[in-house]
C-alpha cells in the first residue's frame, strides 16, 4: 500500500480546470495536515496550498484565489481545486501529510509525502 496516492493530474488548456485527490491508505488522515507542493523542471519544490486538520486553507500567493482546498474524512481525501490554470501551473503536484495536524507552505514540515500527479497547462 502507497500511504498517500495522488490522482486527478492531466493536460488542460490555459485557463482550465483541474480537481486534484490525495487519498490516504492505510491510516486516516483525520489528525493530519494535508499540503500540496509543486515542482516543476529546474526549479525547487514550492508549497501551493495545505488544510489544518480543523479545515482552515492557506495558500500561496501565486495560487489564491484560483485554487481552492478542502478535506472529506469521511472519504479520507484532500481536494485541490483548481481553476483559471496558467501555464506556469505546469508541475508535478504532490501530497503530503503533517502528522502533527499545523501544516505549512515548507516540504521540511512534513512526514509523509505521496508520489505525485503531472499537471500540464499548455495550448
Known amino acids: 500500500q502507497v500511504p498517500l496516492v495522488e490522482s486527478g493530474g492531466g493536460l488542460v488548456q490555459p485557463g482550465g480546470s483541474l480537481r486534484l485527490s490525495c487519498a490516504a491508505s492505510g491510516w486516516t488522515l483525520d489528525d493530519s495536515a494535508i499540503g500540496w507542493f509543486r515542482q516543476a523542471p529546474g526549479k525547487e519544490r514550492e508549497g501551493v496550498s495545505y488544510?489544518?486538520?480543523?479545515?482552515?486553507?492557506y495558500y500561496a500567493d501565486s495560487v489564491k484565489g484560483r485554487f481552492t482546498i478542502s478535506r472529506d474524512n469521511a472519504k479520507n481525501t484532500v481536494y485541490l481545486q483548481m481553476n483559471r490554470l496558467k501555464p506556469e501551473d505546469t508541475a508535478i503536484y504532490s501530497c503530503a501529510a503533517d502528522f502533527w495536524g499545523r501544516g505549512g507552505l515548507a516540504p521540511y514540515q512534513y512526514d509523509q509525502w505521496g508520489q505525485g500527479t503531472q499537471v500540464t497547462i499548455s495550448s
Open positions: 488544510i489544518s486538520s480543523e479545515g482552515s486553507g
